[in-house]
């Protein structure tokens, strides 16, 4: 039970949230373009309307704002949410639409002897692309593909492992491990699919566990492959230079500490997790990628139009939406 919901702000700005039935209550994912971090929420129960915890770390100095709502309509296929805006106190009000129904893949596997042994999980949600079409049903067939491998790869058990400590006789204490992942749809087009995928490795033991990658899919005769940042930015050796270089602003902005800022800039970090949107492209920078793991993830926006003298004109760049 769920999906994904999408709307507009007042500006134009794309709202989403990815949303799915958790025991009794709701999980999942509000996001706002122009909006530095991916919001998440869990509830306890159904109520509504819905309070979603936010979960960011801001500078000790900088202005609150105010928490994200999402509530219920008489309609089961639409939201409406409450988003602060980017630079001030003001709230903006999106009405949200379903867009498609949530799909889960699951995979458990382990050995338990009693009280002793364990289990792997591998869970993942993902929205049901439209079949009819030719594009979009051969993305869901490649992302089940992707589920299957990394199932395969996180719930290998080897059982040598555990008979090995049965001879022994030093069974270990019942454990449980759990990767969950959750496939969110960013843009989808005649030729184009991204998507953000965030995951959650449950192994136990202290620290920020989340992971974000992205996954933007293209067609192409015989098939799909996935778009690399540098097919749709320029070929100039400086790239990436100037990219990290733009995303110092938008985190200032936003009150992220100068030593983060500056660690955006070193030629060693990673600013090849990105997704595309209706307006823009998306940098996700994971954490402890430029800064503790307490601080979380970030998510830079840019719009085209902020890119239009790094987006190269041919190739790929070519089916973005287009550039104001």
Known sequence: MGGTFTGRDVDGRLVQVC???QNDGWQGWLYREGREQTEWFITTNRAHPWQAPVNVSEHEDAPKLPEPTIASTDDPFRLNATVPRTN???SDTANLT??????SFRRRTGLRLGQW?????????????????EFPAAVSGEIIRQCERAAAEFTTEPLDFWRENLQLR?????????????????????NLASFCVWSYDEVGGNGNHSHWRGATFMSFPGGLRLLQLAELLSSAQDWQAQV?????????????????CNNVTHPDTEIETFTLSPTGLQIYFNPYA???????????????????????????????????
């Open 19 to 21: 949303v799915f039935g």
């Open 290 to 324: 430029i800064a503790s793991g307490v601080d979380g993830e970030f998510v830079v926006h840019f719009d085209y139009a902020e890119l239009k003298d790094l987006l190269r004109v041919d190739g790929p760049a070519a089916f973005l939406p287009p550039v104001l």
């Open 244 to 260: 990290r270089a733009r995303c110092v602003p938008k985190l200032r902005a936003k009150g992220v500490r100068e030593g983060v």
């Open 117 to 133: 042994g364990g289990t792997k999980e591998f869970l993942a949600q993902f929205p049901q692309l439209p079949q009819e079409w």
């Open 170 to 190: 030093q069974p270990l204490l019942m454990n449980a491990h759990a990767l969950t992942e959750n496939w969110q749809l960013r843009l989808l087009t005649t």
């Open 88 to 90: 001030g106190w003001a």
């Open 98 to 103: 379903r867009q498609f129904e949530h799909l």
